[in-house]
């Protein structure tokens, strides 16, 4: 996958991620000690978070193999 590609995937993944901890801090779940670990939310967030330090990764092997070429 070409990095233009993988950019415009964590950029996506950032906008949904954004939209997603804004809904996270207005939930009833929130309010609750250890809300977080049983909010489906949350795990969303985690996730999100989870793929686009994936995608950074395949960014900076990408960047890695260019520089060695």
Do not use: F
């Not at 939310?41 to 686009?52: G, S």
């Amino acid at each position: 996958m070409s990095m233009e590609k993988l950019e415009e995937q964590k950029e996506k993944m950032l906008e949904e991620l954004e939209g997603v901890q804004e809904v996270c801090d207005t939930l009833p779940e929130c309010k609750a000690e250890d809300g977080c670990k049983t909010c489906k939310t949350n795990a969303q967030v985690k996730e999100l978070e989870q793929k686009i330090e994936e995608i950074e990764d395949k960014i900076e092997e990408l960047i890695q193999a260019t520089e060695e070429d």
